[in-house]
């Protein structure tokens, strides 16, 4: 198959959502329609429910697991999916926006119930900066929650997206029936049985036919009507190019955990989402169908084994064809690479694979060339868009505890920060290192992993910070005013660049109004 036709039968995407909601139970059920897996429950939720030191060893263990889902690639009727596996605890949140820049669009999954919660605004707000196409997926219909009218009204307004239903509940909870197919007239009967694998779909002529009231009762046949009636005169028609921008998102009802109304979203995530989608970089924009290879590095995984340092790098095809043993080009360090064992992770497998299009993940083995956002190319300088690390919300100072280990300490702290597990800033007046992580199971995973991985302790001090941004400006003698009353308040992030402690919001807030010239930004890429 040639490269065009490769790039058109690709869908790489993400399915996100608050914890508990179901994404696992719906990863599962997908994976399981793909043929990827056998049986439910092949699938371990990857998810920390408390945050304690316990929890943290539980990630550990789950490690290995991560790896393994963290791509999960299957052929189904035609098309090659890529489902990119996002973190369940929301400490590693950053983790799942920046696997959000490697995809082309998601979906996102609401317990019907709970309705908009946390990490649905957070993630979905994400979505909407990249503009991402979403679309939404109702679950828990066996249960009884919100009314389907609210639940798309506070969708709607929370997430400032335009909704468009596909399908329509008959019910809820223990009256569920099923769910009507608002752009084929048919009817889902819901049986209530996990196992059920295919659904049969009855085609119906019309909504006001008197075969309906023969599959779900009179009373639930009138709502039915009443309710598609104003369903249709409410929701405007979907059009694909409006859900491609981002503008209207389709939604879905059904429950993962009973595999109802998986088989349609399914089947029209892949007629309506897009193939990959061109790539910005700061030099220009890439597209997949360009006959030259470009990827970039938008996770890495650090070994299981403690013994050797090696870690896998997730890189995003871009574009052209990777093909192995090829030499690419690591356009940071301007060095020439090959890659002998690149894997791809095909049906929750690692293989080693001989090439790979745009939209596909390959994992390439390192040694700690890798940082997060790395490009790879043909030997174009080209740096993508889209990966920023963002401002931190928690901070500690770290101070060595074994003198004899100070290396292995500096060596450890500069790789887990390659990674994205937090960021590393030195303080300017004091040289001390602080770290900043937005979540507080972070800390926790640094000092095990240093400890285990690198062989070097550490302990941390508590320092009292709101937040830390960046800063530039172009009016020199502003910014070196700002620098001279904020000494106590300043650092370096890894790359050398500007960062402002602020202890408190008021005290953000007063830089912000007293220097109006220096730009303060709270993410990496500005
Ligand atoms: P997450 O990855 O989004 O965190 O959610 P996950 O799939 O783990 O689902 C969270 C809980 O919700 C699980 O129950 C799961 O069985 C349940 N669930 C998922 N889909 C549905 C559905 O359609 N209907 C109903 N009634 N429940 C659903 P749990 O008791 O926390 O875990 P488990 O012991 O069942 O694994």
């Known amino acids: ?62 490690r290995g697991i991560s790896v393994a889902t963290s791509v999960m690639g299957f052929e189904y009727k035609g098309y090659k999916v890529n489902i990119l596996d996002t973190p369940g605890h929301q400490d590693f949140a950053e983790d799942t926006y920046r696997t959000l820049s490697a995809v082309d669009s998601v979906i996102i999954v609401v317990d019907s119930a709970k309705g908009v919660e946390t990490q649905t605004e957070k993630l979905s707000n994400v979505c909407r900066m990249r503009n991402a196409p979403s679309i939404f997926f109702l679950n828990k219909m066996d249960r009884e929650g919100l009314d389907p009218y609210s639940l798309l009204d506070e969708i709607e307004q929370k997430l400032k997206i335009s909704l468009c239903p596909m399908t329509w509940p008959i019910g809820m909870g223990k009256t569920f029936k099923g769910v009507y197919n608002l752009y084929n007239e048919s009817l889902n009967l819901f049986s209530g049985q996990e196992k059920q694998l295919i659904e049969d779909s009855i085609k119906i002529e019309s909504i006001f036919s008197k075969e309906l009231e023969k599959y779900i009762g009179e009373e639930a046949a009138n709502k039915l009507r009443e309710d598609i009636e104003v369903v249709r005169g409410v929701y405007p028609k979907l059009i694909r190019e409006e859900y491609l921008e981002g503008l209207v998102a389709p939604v879905f009802f059904g429950s993962a955990l009973n595999n109802f109304g998986v088989n349609e979203l399914l089947n029209s995530f892949l007629e309506q989402a897009p193939s990959p989608l061109p790539s910005q970089t700061n030099e220009r924009i890439v597209n997949p169908e360009e006959q030259k290879f470009s990827g970039f590095v938008f996770k890495i995984h650090a070994n299981l084994h ?7 790098a997730f890189v ?16 940071r360090q301007g060095k ?32 700690g060339n890798f940082k997060i956002g790395d490009s790879l190319t043909e030997g174009e300088i080209l740096n993508f868009k889209g990966i920023p690390s963002f ?40 040289n001390r290192k602080i770290i900043g992580t937005v979540g507080a ?39 070196e005013d700002f620098k001279k009353r904020k000494t106590q308040y300043l650092a370096e992030d890894k790359y050398g660049r500007d960062v402002f402690l602020a202890d408190s919001a008021f005290s953000l807030k007063m830089a912000q109004d007293n220097f109006p010239d220096i730009q303060f930004y709270f993410k990496s890429e500005f």
């Open 1 to 62: 198959m040639d490269q065009i036709s490769e790039i058109k039968r690709r869908r790489t995407f993400a399915i996100v959502s608050h914890p508990d909601a179901g994404k696992t139970t719906l990863t599962e059920k997908l994976l399981l329609f793909g043929g990827a897996i056998h049986e439910a429950g092949a699938v371990k939720s990857n998810k920390i429910k408390k945050t304690t030191v316990s929890d943290f060893m539980e990630i550990e263990k789950q």
């Open 306 to 312: 403690p013994l050797h340092r090696a870690r896998i």
């Open 316 to 331: 995003k095809v871009c574009s052209g064809v990777f093909e192995r043993n090829k030499p690419y080009m690591h356009v």
């Open 336 to 367: 020439w690479f090959k890659f002998s064992n690149p894997t791809s992770f095909m049906a929750a497998k690692q293989s080693i694979i001989e090439e790979a299009f745009p939209g596909d993940i390959i994992g390439l083995h390192d040694t």
């Open 391 to 430: 401002s931190p919300e928690l901070f500690r100072y770290v101070e060595n505890s074994d003198p004899f280990k100070s290396k292995q300490l500096a060596k450890g702290l500069e790789q887990l920060t390659d990674e994205g597990v937090a960021q590393l800033f030195t303080h300017k007046t004091s």
């Open 441 to 479: 199971l972070q800390f926790d995973v640094i000092q095990f992993r240093l400890l285990n991985e690198y062989s070097a302790s550490c302990r941390y001090d508590s320092i009292q910070l709101h937040k830390a941004c960046w800063f530039v400006s172009d009016n020199r003698a502003q910014l």
